[in-house]
């Protein structure tokens, strides 16, 4: 009895460890030692894009958003209260960025409104903004939330918008979670494997029947 309960507890041992190890080594390939994950949404699309504090101020690091329009293009980028970045827009559509796929690195989005957009760059509640012809890049100060920050073109189609987030503690985390993952696997198979007696013999639940006969 007490071999089937070192077994199952061996067995559990070297699955969560061998899911913990590859969990951690899969993080520390990805993001690398500097603990850099870019999230990436692809869109091709001309309507204005809005990233809420939801989504922009969820972690402690700074975040620095690149938008890049199709060839040709121009890209405006703007950071603004919430509630003032909501006035403006009204209920022209956009596109909102909902959240993050980390499986994928890339950015969930969704479209919301049906009204015309206004002229964004022409209200003066921006915090920082930025525009020129190709990609346009702002970093979002996380000492300064929350912020929405909005994206918008001259027209052409806004092919990509990245979010790049860097913290090296995340990378030091994958590699105590690999670690951890190791040893409990290495424990769960030491459990898993018979034991033998100082004459080689097996001494698991077979040989101790064989004995008692």
Request: proline residues 3%; negative net charge.
């Amino acid at each position: 009895m007490l071999s089937i309960v070192k077994r199952v507890i061996g067995a559990v041992l070297s699955l969560a460890g061998l899911g913990l190890l590859v969990v951690g080594v899969w993080f520390a390939t990805q993001l690398g030692s500097s603990g850099t994950a870019e999230f990436t949404a692809r869109l091709d699309s001309s309507t204005p894009l809005v990233i809420q504090p939801d989504v922009l101020n969820r972690v402690d690091a700074d975040i620095v958003v690149t938008a890049e329009p199709a060839s040709g293009g121009s890209v405006w980028m703007a950071l603004a209260n919430p509630s003032d970045a909501a006035a403006v827009l009204g209920d022209a559509r956009h596109v909102e960025v909902t959240g993050v796929e980390v499986r994928d690195w890339t950015l969930t989005t969704t479209t919301s409104g049906s009204g015309e957009s206004p002229q964004l760059g022409q209200a003066d509640l921006w915090r920082k903004q930025d525009t020129a012809e190709g990609a346009v890049q702002l970093t979002v100060r996380q000492s300064e939330a929350p912020e929405t920050l909005v994206v918008a073109t001259d027209g052409a189609a806004l092919e990509t918008v990245t979010m790049t987030v860097m913290d090296k503690t995340w990378f030091v985390e994958a590699v105590v979670a690999a670690l951890v993952g190791l040893f409990l696997l290495a424990a769960g198979a030491i459990l898993l494997l018979p034991h033998r007696g100082r004459d080689g013999a097996r001494t698991d639940d077979t040989t101790t029947e064989e004995v008692a006969r």
